[in-house]
Every structure is written in structure tokens, then in C-alpha cells.
């Protein structure tokens, strides 16, 4: 069984940062990718960034350049760093992980608020 939970969320101004960390316990072993997702309500959720055990990484158009994704399969972390937020990068972020046989797994969300 794989646990993933996320944190870093909160209210920053726009142009600011926040980090989000995604923490995975379990058989991190069968990990091969993390993802983060956002979703805003009456939106249907958004992959934003992904990166895999190859080191492989893939941005949205919306985040490119902005956002960074980085992971240590081995320790079962996950970080999402943020840059030049705005308005519109204001949902509730979810890390999903998936293994090796495809079987995906979400956590709880953490909220994001952009805002002055």
C-alpha cells in the first residue's frame, strides 16, 4: 500500500513562492512517476507538472518556466517549487504517484491562494 500526502499550501501575494512537498510512505520501491495536479472548482483537474525515476519532467503550458518539479524516488519525496504565482495558480494541488503497474495514487490536496 503506498500513502501520499502533501503540504506547503497557503495565501502568498502574486509574484510570490511556496513550495509544496508531496511525501510518499509504503512500497515506495514500485514508484516510477510523481505528478501534481490543481483543480479549481467546476474545473476539471489540471496536470501541471510530472517527472519520472528517469528524471524526466513535463510542465503544462500554464506553469512552464515558473514551476519546477523535482523528486527522490528512493526517499519517497516530491517537491513543487512556485515562482512568479498569480491569481489564476490559485486551487487545491494534489500529488499523484503511480508504479509499475500503472495503479495511481492521490493525496489529500493541499489549497494554494493567490492573492492581494
Known amino acids: 500500500q503506498v500513502k501520499v500526502v502533501e503540504s506547503g499550501g497557503g495565501l502568498v501575494q502574486p509574484g510570490g513562492s511556496l513550495r509544496l512537498s508531496c511525501v510518499v510512505s509504503?512500497?515506495?520501491?514500485?514508484?516510477?512517476?510523481m505528478d501534481w495536479y490543481r483543480q479549481t472548482p467546476g474545473k476539471q483537474r489540471e496536470r501541471v507538472a510530472a517527472i519520472t525515476t528517469e528524471g524526466d519532467t513535463y510542465y503544462s503550458d500554464s506553469v512552464k518556466g515558473r514551476f519546477t518539479i523535482s523528486g527522490d524516488f528512493a526517499k519517497g519525496a516530491g517537491l513543487l517549487q512556485m515562482d512568479s504565482l498569480k491569481p489564476d495558480d490559485t486551487a487545491v494541488y494534489y500529488c499523484?504517484?503511480?508504479?509499475?503497474?500503472?495503479?495511481?495514487?492521490w493525496g489529500q490536496g493541499t489549497q494554494v491562494n493567490v492573492s492581494s
Open positions: 499523484r504517484v503511480q508504479d509499475f503497474q500503472n495503479f495511481g495514487y
Open positions: 509504503g512500497n515506495t520501491f514500485a514508484i516510477t512517476t
